[in-house]
């Protein structure tokens, strides 16, 4: 019986054609990078470096919704400007691996800001909106994410994302938790939407 191909295996078939091993992309080095840059056939090298950022991309999605969105949109936007032939192969193949470097850079994110992942994708949900951080400070965001993933952590059930009640009840907890920080009140209702998308996404290791 034939086996359905998974994009995984889509990344390796076009690694393999490229006579190149599969990295791990949050220790993406710059020789790699050089190594993609320089292939021979230069649409070989954008397509192994889209589908590269793409399963990276799914990957993030399932721990930090607003850094996959960003990246997701920045892959989009690069894409649809090689397709609409706006820019030319090479200059992709340039905006790829910056995008590659943007990504490794971001998996540091959270040790320079003394944050585990869970934390980290807490605060970029309250750090999405720019006014935020003005007004809150990086300190201060980092204490409520800690603080956020604490208390939704302990209250997390195993249908919560199925119980209106027990949603209801994180959103109240996160509310208050924001309004206790002095959270921005004209930015609260998109950052306890985001918080809770985010919870949704972990709940899995959480309840488990």
Same mark, same amino acid.
């Given at each position: 019986?034939?086996?359905?191909?998974?994009?995984?295996?889509?990344?390796?078939?076009?690694?393999?054609?490229?006579?190149?091993?599969?990295?791990?992309?949050?220790?993406?080095?710059?020789?790699?990078?050089?190594?993609?840059?320089?292939?021979?056939?230069?649409?070989?090298?954008?397509?192994?470096?889209?589908?590269?950022?793409?399963?990276?991309?799914?990957?993030?999605?399932?721990?930090?919704?607003?850094?996959?969105?960003?990246?997701?949109?920045?892959?989009?936007?690069?894409?649809?400007?090689?397709?609409?032939?706006?820019?030319?192969?090479?200059?992709?193949?340039?905006?790829?691996?910056?995008?590659?470097?943007?990504?490794?850079?971001?998996?540091?994110?959270?040790?320079?800001?003394?944050?585990?992942?869970?934390?980290?994708?807490?605060?970029?949900?309250?750090?999405?909106?720019?006014?935020?951080?003005?007004?809150?400070?990086?300190?201060? /965001?980092?204490?409520? !994410? #800690?603080? +956020? =993933?604490?208390?939704?952590?302990?209250?997390?059930?195993? *249908? &919560?994302?199925?119980?209106?009640?027990?949603?209801?009840?994180?959103?109240?907890?996160?509310?208050?938790?924001?309004?206790?920080?002095?959270?921005?009140?004209? /930015?609260?209702?998109? !950052? #306890?939407? +985001? =918080?809770?998308?985010?919870?949704?996404?972990?709940?899995? *290791? &959480?309840?488990?």
């Amino acid at each position: 019986m034939s086996r359905a191909v998974s994009a995984s295996d889509e990344v390796i078939d076009v690694f393999s054609a490229a006579g190149l091993k599969r990295p791990d992309i949050s220790i993406l080095s710059d020789e790699f990078l050089a190594e993609v840059a320089g292939l021979k056939h230069k649409n070989v090298a954008a397509e192994l470096l889209e589908k590269l950022l793409r399963d990276e991309i799914r990957t993030r999605s399932r721990r930090n919704v607003v850094q996959a969105r960003a990246f997701s949109d920045m892959l989009r936007t690069t894409m649809n400007a090689y397709h609409n032939r706006a820019i030319a192969t090479h200059e992709i193949i340039d905006e790829l691996i910056r995008l590659a470097k943007e990504m490794r850079e971001a998996t540091k994110r959270g040790k320079d800001l003394g944050l585990n992942d869970d934390e980290l994708a807490f605060y970029d949900a309250l750090a999405q909106n720019e006014s935020a951080v003005q007004v809150m400070g990086v300190t201060e /965001l980092k204490v409520i !994410a #800690t603080e +956020l =993933v604490t208390n939704v952590r302990q209250s997390v059930t195993i *249908d &919560w994302t199925v119980r209106e009640s027990a949603r209801a009840k994180i959103r109240v907890m996160v509310r208050r938790i924001l309004r206790k920080h002095g959270y921005p009140p004209d /930015l609260q209702a998109e !950052a #306890t939407k +985001l =918080v809770l998308e985010q919870a949704e996404v972990l709940c899995a *290791d &959480w309840a488990a």
